[in-house]
């Protein structure tokens, strides 16, 4: 009785996810140990046996390396906190996968609260564009861009983007009959508020995450044309209206494109060559989950006041220097398995429910694993989370064989 009321509180907490990052790190990280706490003692009660999934033994042979990786380490207090206790956020997307399966009302309440965290996010941002500070008094920390109650312009557009497919595949799952509505409402809600927050790399990856979701809707969605055109209504709307927002993409996107800025800055490729210089003096185990702060100021690693920072800002060069050439295998490895699998969906003119959301998912794992596009701290606990989020409900939904 007792476990049914533990399991019960757990599965509000995890459906209250997308509210509680909203909130900051703390929250949500406690709701994963509180979660870890339920899941060993369902696992202990109901002898659940997991699926062994290729993609399963590779993050778990990856979470083992980053402690070898660790115990190599120059700090090996320092880097096994962060190695080690990696391992909540695999086994929370085996309990995220789980609580899919048996408790089909999960996923309603998670929907709902989903809508409810963009909705909130949507106002809140248009509300502080407009007036300097958001609902609650917190004032806009930069010039130009919009942090919500995020509190740091760079999390905004981060976060929407992160979720914004899942968004649409629950949409389709539970609103067929008014998918295409929702899906425009749902759409130009969201591609404002990226705007406003004037990210350049969460503009580009909503762009690439419409596009995929036109096409493979290409069979259901009514006038599509329509739908085409949103975002380039909205951008011509944003350079007529609001100057600051034009100039800040001009400068980003357009002007810097000849030299091939778009995304990545003079910060960005000082942080990969530092990464690179100490991955090729530790290429097997590299230096240990979250030391490449403490390399990157060394002097044979330096490139200049600004190439260090608490990390390179890319994956593939946080796995090369952090975890080495095995961590990094396994990291391409697991990203080969998204592209795969996204190969074997993305052709299909006719699909259900299931293989959409399945397809929602992929766009999102390919999004967040992204060996090319700057990022954030792999290791860090609101970005693990963040991913753990939509690898659930792929594992879910690749080990009941949604794709053959």
Request: hydrophobic fraction near 50%.
């Amino acid at each position: 009785m007792i476990e049914n009321k533990l399991l019960n509180i757990n599965i509000l907490l995890i459906s209250a996810l997308p509210v509680a990052l909203i909130s900051g790190p703390l929250i949500p990280d406690l709701i994963v140990f509180y979660s870890l706490f339920v899941f060993f003692l369902v696992y202990k009660k109901n002898n659940i046996i997991f699926y062994k999934d290729i993609i399963l033994i590779l993050f778990l042979i990856f979470w083992l390396n980053s402690i070898l990786s660790s115990i190599f380490s120059s700090d090996i207090t320092y880097s096994i906190k962060s190695s080690l206790f990696y391992i909540r956020f695999i086994v929370f997307f085996l309990l995220i996968s789980l609580v899919i399966k048996n408790y089909p009302e999960f996923l309603k309440k998670f929907y709902y609260v989903l809508v409810l965290s963009f909705l909130i996010l949507f106002l809140d941002s248009s509300f502080q564009k407009i007036f300097d500070f958001n609902l609650i008094g917190m004032k806009t920390p930069h010039e130009v861009r919009i942090s919500s109650f995020f509190g740091d312009e760079l999390i905004l557009g981060s976060f929407l983007v992160k979720f914004y497919p899942l968004l649409i595949g629950l949409t389709y799952f539970f609103n067929q009959k008014n998918f295409n509505l929702y899906f425009f409402l749902i759409s130009i809600c969201t591609f404002i508020t990226v705007i406003i927050s004037v990210e350049k790399t969460a503009t580009i990856i909503f762009i690439i995450q419409y596009l995929a979701l036109l096409i493979f809707l290409r069979n259901k969605l009514k006038y599509k044309s329509i739908l085409l055109l949103i975002p380039i209504l909205i951008i011509s709307f944003v350079f007529i209206f609001a100057p600051n927002i034009k100039n800040r993409i001009y400068n980003q996107l357009i002007s810097n494109s000849k030299n091939f800025t778009v995304i990545y800055t003079q910060t960005h490729n000082e942080h990969y060559i530092s990464s690179y210089r100490i991955f090729k003096d530790h290429p097997i185990s590299g230096v240990g989950p979250k030391m490449f702060r403490k390399y990157c100021g060394k002097e044979e690693y330096k490139i200049s006041e600004f190439s260090c920072t608490t990390h390179p800002h890319n994956y593939s060069m946080q796995m090369l220097s952090e975890t080495g050439l095995i961590g990094f295998i396994l990291y391409i490895l697991i990203y080969s398995i998204f592209l795969i699998d996204f190969y074997k969906i993305f052709f299909k003119k006719n699909f259900t429910h299931y293989e959409f959301l399945f397809f929602t998912t992929l766009i999102l794992n390919l999004i967040n694993f992204m060996p090319l596009f700057p990022s954030g701290n792999f290791f860090n606990n609101w970005i693990a989370i963040t991913y753990s989020i939509p690898l659930g409900f792929y594992y879910y939904l690749r080990k009941n064989s949604i794709i053959k």
